[in-house]
């Protein structure tokens, strides 16, 4: 009889497992002092979002994320035999770090399975970690069916990182701390891929405080559990490139699908531009360097999906770290470039001796820093004594922003700004020809 390799017996659509609280309690006992218990502190940044924000710093462990809690649980659970032919799991990284380096702690011989184009210094750190590493498809169904049939030929335990029980109560863990590190807290915001955290979370902290506010948040490249609530079925999602690439799991687990019905008060979806931000404002307001997924629940408080929660004490999850340094570079720019601090124009300026140059004196003197400045000529309209500068300049915010406006209108004919759309709280921008009406990622957020 040929074996089902997509079968798991630990997370069976047809015997979905519960999840109870003494099952978290014990998991969170079984690995006292295998994992980091994480600060729980209030955010600098909660004056200016209206609320008591606390960050619960996952990102503290020592592979990065939150992962270490499930993966430790699940690996003392096992058999001796189980031990011994090790186990097997794909990963976007972050549990196949956790996986690797509590493995090799334990002596437990261990693969890890990662789709293709996963970041590299998440696949250099399974490695590092003592981990054999495959790159196996494009996204994680197939580096998961991969896994699975590799798992099975080597007889090796596959663990779930988002699915398996023994996980699902590990990052349950994570609530029974929040609750004894802040006992009057109102709400809890929980990033959600595959929806282990979510629901283990939610199980510790609803049975410790029952009146405490569950909240999951999702990317909008990366909502497949919102998608699953809505048909009531578990449903595949597929996903592209995402800056949270720790919640791009195509099909939410069977057992937090199970789990989680009746145990969340919402679950968000928030636009990934707002991600972008979100790591920017708490690299510079917080000094903590997060991962797009660990900076999902910051960003949907910022884009405003939470305004029932004004004045509360909110815990947000930051639930990883493990942010590939260019991925970061790009988030910086990125979120600078939404808030009006990165500023891209065109302006047509007189091609003579120091034509450029007074350009640049305007800009130095406004307190504008140029990024850019790339100046065109050959596709110039108009004649040839004049030459068209690109130019990116780095700006305080909005304000300064329509104060360089106010200056290139002044002193040029012709000149185009980029991704500046008209808004009472936006410049308001146009050309000679007339205004410009290019879209603005920020404008498009709500």
Sequence with gaps: MSVDIEFDENCDPNNPRKIKYDDILAASRRIVGAVVRTPCTRAHMSERLGMDIYFKQEFLQYTGSFKERGVRNALISLSDEQKKNGVIAASTGNH??????????????????????????????????????????????????????LGKEKKMIYINGYDHPDVLAGQGSIGIEIIEQLPNVDAVLIPVGGGSLLTGIGISVKHLKPDTEIYGVETDKTCSMVESLRKNERIHL?????????????????????????????????????????IMHIVEEERFVVEGAGAVAVAAIMAGLFPNLKGK??????????????????????????????????????????GMAELC????????????CVPERAWVKGDVFSAQVKVIAETRGWEHTKELIEQIK????????????????????????????????????K
Excluded at 362 to 372: F, K, P, Q, V
């Design 96 to 149: 196949g770090a956790a996986l690797s380096y509590h493995s090799t702690q334990l002596g437990i011989p261990c693969i890890v399975v990662v789709p293709i184009h996963t970041a590299l210094n998440k696949v250099n750190k399974c490695e590092q970690l003592g981990a054999k590493v495959f790159k196996h498809g494009i996204d994680m169904s197939a580096a998961k069916l991969h896994a699975m049939s």
């Design 361 to 372: 004196t305007l800009l130095t003197n406004s307190g504008i820093t140029i990024r850019d």
């Design 238 to 278: 597929d996903i592209d490139s995402t800056i949270a690439e720790g919640l791009a799991v195509n099909v939410v687990g069977t057992n937090t699908f199970y789990n989680i019905k009746g145990l969340v008060d919402k679950i968000v979806v928030v636009k990934e531009d707002w991600v972008a931000r979100a």
């Design 313 to 354: 004490k909110v815990v947000c999850i930051i639930s990883g770290g493990n942010i590939d340094v260019t991925i970061l570079a790009r988030a910086l720019e990125r979120g600078m470039a939404a808030e009006g601090r990165l500023v891209k124009f065109k302006v047509t300026v007189h091609d003579r001796p120091g």
């Design 410 to 445: 002044k002193h040029y004919k012709d000149y185009f700004f980029q991704e500046i759309c008209d808004r009472p709280d936006r410049p308001s921008v146009g050309t000679r020809r007339g205004p410009c009406l290019a879209p603005n990622p920020v404008c498009m957020q």
